[in-house]
């Protein structure tokens, strides 16, 4: 009997363990850090029964009410980043986001974005798979004009430089899931378990790992437009190995 003990507790010492991150925001974990620009908020805040992620966008960060070196629109996407500690494999990250009936028609434009960064040491040649949900006029210049506001999810083709927008009329108010999942070969963009983009190539090998994940909101804003101020709720960010079948 000690004899098979023993052989079990050997092959839990030596069954490979793999990264991975699990976040409900009960909290804010210090691993969070600012990325581009800090949005007004990122905290722990109790809505719809639970502690959720609220990130808040404000006019008083849009173009020209931020500090000198601030005012290109890369500064426009204000969140945070953290490290998952190179997740190699196939994986998958995803993030809940709360859209209110009110958001699905509102006059006010807004954004939830969720982004995964390969493990590449060479920032110019990494790899940022992304999709948002948002609210806003498509287009590079009407993006922030506010005169045609439309719900869409949207894509990011990391290889291409391409933005996937499609329009979305029959959305549901309630909690939506974005996931973004490395098969091997490419990276593939669901919206609550439905395949929505798929994008070739995949990261440049041995770089396939997902080294970094982002949850941001877009501040509409330039230099005559102040944008709109608003807040989003995320919850139950999970980064793991072996993306689950999603069919």
């Given at each position: 009997m000690k004899k098979i003990l023993a052989v079990l507790a050997a092959c839990f010492v030596v069954a490979p363990s793999f990264a991975q991150l699990t976040d409900t925001f009960d909290t804010i974990d210090a691993g969070w850090v600012t990325d581009r620009y800090e949005p007004n908020g990122f905290s722990s805040a109790f809505f719809d029964?639970?502690?959720?992620?609220?990130?808040?966008?404000?006019t008083a960060d849009?173009?020209?009410?931020?500090?000198?070196?601030?005012?290109?629109?890369?500064y426009n996407f204000q969140g945070r980043k953290?490290?998952?500690?190179?997740i190699g494999g196939n994986w998958r990250?995803?993030?809940?986001?709360?859209?209110?009936?009110?958001?699905?028609?509102s006059t006010t434009r807004w954004e939830g974005d969720l982004w995964v960064r390969d493990n590449n040491p060479v920032e110019a040649q990494a790899f940022y798979p992304s999709m948002w949900i948002g609210r806003y006029d498509a287009g590079p210049n009407a993006y922030i004009s506010g005169t045609n506001l439309k719900t869409y999810f949207?894509?990011?083709d990391s290889a291409t430089g391409a933005?996937?927008?499609?329009?979305?009329?029959?959305?549901?108010?309630?909690?939506?899931?974005?996931?973004?999942?490395?098969n091997g070969t490419s990276f593939e963009h669901y919206f609550n378990g439905n395949l929505f983009y798929t994008s070739l190539p995949g990261s440049v090998a041995p770089f396939n790992a997902a080294g970094t994940v982002f949850v941001q909101g877009v501040?509409?804003?330039?230099?005559?437009?102040?944008?709109?101020?608003?807040?989003?709720?995320?919850d139950n960010l999970q980064a793991v190995p072996e993306p689950m079948s999603m069919t």
């Open positions: 029964g639970d502690n959720r992620l609220k990130l808040d966008i404000s849009a173009v020209n009410n931020r500090p000198g070196g601030f005012s290109s629109s890369f953290r490290a998952l500690g190179d990250v995803s993030i809940d986001m709360y859209i209110s009936a009110a958001m699905l028609t949207g894509a990011f933005l996937i927008e499609v329009e979305q009329t029959s959305l549901t108010a309630g909690w939506n899931t974005m996931t973004i999942a490395y501040n509409f804003s330039d230099t005559t437009t102040n944008g709109d101020s608003y807040s989003l709720y995320f």
